[in-house]
T-cell receptor
Framework: DAGITQSPRHKVTETGTPVTLRCHQT?????MYWYRQDPGHGLRLIHY???????DKGEVSDGYSVSRSKTEDFLLTLESATSSQTSVYFC?????????FGPGTRLTVT | GDSVTQMEGPVTLSEEAFLTINCTYT??????LFWYVQYPGEGLQLLLK?????DKGSNKGFEATYRKETTSFHLEKGSVQVSDSAVYFC????????????FGQGTRLTINP
């Protein structure tokens, strides 16, 4: 299995609070991605990174920001969480066309 | 834009039945096609892939053939097992740049003994 961890694995937070999710890899892959999974929508890309400090928006980036200061870490931040951001968040890494996924973080915004 | 459409679920079958999960795509270029599987409480795992027309991807008894003429990549298995119960996602990526995945909505499969 690809060395990808996500933290926390579960989080409950209140509307309006900031939240940061962490993705850590041990594979030294160039590309890292954040997706959200919601019923009926499959997975949708939030942001991705193609190198240290190189990031770009995905399909559903509003309300999210990311940072990548080291190859191994990719952070996803919800500046002010809303109930519509309740979801399961997956990180993925790749060096070619195949992506490898982390175990996910279940976020509930009350 | 690029998109993937999967057959609606959930799908419920008996053990040893034949499985087909339909997947069609729309893409502006020549995509690579994938099937991912998600077991309960876990992340997604790559099941199989095909990178060009007429390629057949296979793994764990599952197969899918890249059909450019019908823009399809249907997943098949001849004899399913209870352990195949999971959610299956069809996806595509275009072979340039960051190779972002575009997913279908997923199909939940339940196999009864």
């Amino acid at each position: 299995d690809a060395g990808i961890t996500q933290s926390p694995r579960h989080k409950v937070t209140e509307t309006g609070t900031p939240v940061t999710l962490r993705c850590h890899q041990t594979e030294n892959h160039r590309y890292m991605y954040w997706y959200r999974q919601d019923p009926g929508h499959g997975l949708r890309l939030i942001h991705y990174s193609y190198g240290v400090k190189d990031t770009d928006k995905g399909e559903v980036s509003d309300g999210y920001s990311v940072s990548r200061s080291k190859t191994e870490d990719f952070l996803l931040t919800l500046e002010s969480a809303t109930s519509s951001q309740t979801s399961v968040y997956f990180c993925a890494i790749s060096e070619s066309s195949e992506q490898y996924f982390g175990p996910g973080t279940r976020l509930t915004v009350t | 834009g690029d998109s993937v459409t999967q057959m609606e679920g959930p799908v419920t079958l008996s053990e040893e039945a034949f499985l087909t999960i339909n997947c069609t795509y729309t893409a502006t270029g020549y995509p690579s096609l994938f099937w991912y599987v998600q077991y309960p409480g876990e992340g997604l795992q790559l099941l199989l892939k095909a990178t060009k027309a007429d390629d057949k991807g296979s793994n764990k008894g599952f197969e899918a053939t890249y059909r450019k003429e019908t823009t399809s990549f249907h997943l098949e298995k001849g004899s399913v097992q209870v352990s195949d119960s999971a959610v299956y996602f069809c996806a595509l990526t275009l072979p340039q740049g960051a190779q972002k995945l575009v997913f279908g909505q997923g199909t939940r499969l339940t196999i009864n003994p």
